[in-house]
């Protein structure tokens, strides 16, 4: 037996003689005396029951060369074993908010799904469905409920043909929540709606001026009622977008969701991200507010501290979990209003990025996204590999105008990955008092 290569350990610094083992290809976290550590590390002598644990939890393999193979063919078993398709569907790229770092800016419009795209959708999706295959839909804009007839029609139908093919149809939203209103939310549960994704940046001062009316007048106000009306209906996914300048404010906004009755374990999930430049690269105001690389140290700060406030006031976070583009998995795409197919959100409006339409099926992209970048030594070798697997390539393609490496995470995890991992113990602890 060998030690994966996929581990990380930490001290114990209130437990001398103890550490932390954070297998980072099923992300679990194990408390170890240092003396078993040292005996596992060196291929010293074990008990039975402790070598069944190790190789349990991965922590020890048959052999790396074996463990690299298997990382390597990851997402062709994954892609080969999946019976569940997910689908963003872009209904419209307006919107009635003017965010000024909107990274759809330089493509957006008034441009709507055609009733001819809408049934093409449904088409492909339902021969999807015909293969036994599950169906998930992201609708996505703009703001997608300003096609909310629309959307409504295309659930609709979409719900009866997964009925009729003995399969599963759900759907979620991404919406700004100026038109998330209990009676909107009310409809569309019946038709599968999941979960809302939803965004505020920050306290209302904030807020307002990074996601105004395009009148220009805060929408704050209006996106705070809506929420406290429809949170205990449909799981809310909260999300916001913060700059160097004014990332420490957000816990702010967290007390006021307390306040104004929002009741944090009746959430799906919270978490804030750095406001990163649009499309084309450009950005608004100052070029070091937003963030155009991982492993900038600002970002990489706020990440952890915004984590530890909204777990320190007892709103749900994410945990710890393989991550990976989602143009490795063969079944997720993108669906723009036109019908162009995508791999990405960030890659609309680019054409060398489209991957095919409705009407032509999908072709391939293997070249045009790099698709094995990161399967080289150097990641193949990388403890983060599981967490990581070549990164964000819109970043990439932002630093070199290609995506011709991968936009390695290894700084950011390094700086932040070991204070991750000790919230979550804490979370743990309070849970079992």
Known sequence: MQLSLYLKTYPCADKPGRILLLVTRRCAVLELSVSLWERVASGGELSEKERETMQRLGVLVTDRDTEREEMRGTFDRLNRESRHVSVKAVLTLECNLACPYCYEDPFRGRFVMAPETADLLVQRLTERMAEGLDVTVDFYGGEALLRLELLIDIATRLGTAATGHGVKFAFNLFSNGVLLTLETVKRLLPLGLEAVRLTIDGPPDIHDRQRPFISGKGSFTIIMANLREVHKLVPVDLG???????????????????????????????????????????????????????????AIEAGVFLRGEVIRRGFPV?????????????????????????????????????????????????????????????????????????????FRRLKNAAIDGVDCRRAMLDASLEAIVRQDLSLRQQAHG
């Open 240 to 298: 916001g977008n913060y700059t160097r300048h004014n990332y420490r404010r957000f816990p702010e906004m967290l007390d006021m969701l307390i306040k104004h009755g929002i009741d944090p374990s009746r959430m799906k999930e919270v978490s804030f991200s750095p406001v990163m430049p649009k499309a084309d690269g450009s950005v608004v105001g100052d070029r070091g507010s937003a963030c155009a690389c991982t492993a900038e140290p600002w």
């Open 318 to 394: 994410a945990k710890i979990k393989p991550g990976a583009c989602m143009i490795e998995f063969k079944n997720d795409l993108v669906v723009g209003y036109d019908g162009g197919l995508y791999k990405c959100p960030v890659f609309m409006g680019q054409e060398e990025l489209r991957v095919g339409s409705l009407a032509e099926g999908i072709g391939d992209y293997r070249e045009s996204h790099n698709l094995d970048v990161w399967k080289n030594e150097e990641c193949l070798d990388c403890a983060y590999l599981p967490l990581c697997f070549g990164g964000c390539r819109f």
